[in-house]
């Protein structure tokens, strides 16, 4: 089992930045591919970004690419999200996912552990 605490959302104003982290316990969190997902209000989960288990590999949605990065601390067993000229648009409650296999994945149902997810507010 792992499980997953995410932190770091809040209220911010349209251009500003947010750091999220996902805190990971349990099960060995270096072995796995780790993701950010986000859910906005009356819209599907959808994938934000994705790295695989040693860092080298990141993956990103093309509505992020280039404001956010996603990194992983495996001694600190956590994962970040840093989040650039924020836009209303990314409003949403975003999870932190883990994967049981070392490679990344941008489809949900791939991930077997979920964290509870942070609330990401951005005004105009």
């Known amino acids: 089992q792992v499980q997953l605490v995410e932190s770091g959302g809040g209220l911010v104003q349209a251009g500003g930045s947010l750091r999220l982290s996902c805190a990971a316990s349990?099960?060995?969190?270096?072995?796995?591919?780790m993701g950010w997902f986000r859910q906005a209000p009356g819209k599907e989960r959808e994938f934000v970004a994705a790295?695989?288990?040693?860092?080298?590999?990141?993956y990103y949605a093309d509505s992020v690419k280039g404001r956010f990065t996603i990194s992983r601390d495996n001694a600190r067993s956590t994962v970040y999200l840093q989040m650039n000229s924020l836009k209303p648009e990314d409003t949403a409650i975003y999870y932190c996912?883990?994967?049981?296999?070392?490679?990344?994945?941008?489809?949900?149902?791939?991930?077997?552990?979920w964290g509870q997810g942070t609330q990401v507010t951005v005004s105009s």
């Open positions: 996912a883990a994967r049981v296999v070392s490679y990344y994945s941008t489809a949900a149902n791939d991930y077997n552990y």
């Open positions: 790295i695989g288990r040693s860092g080298a590999i990141r």
């Open positions: 349990g099960r060995t969190f270096s072995n796995g591919a």
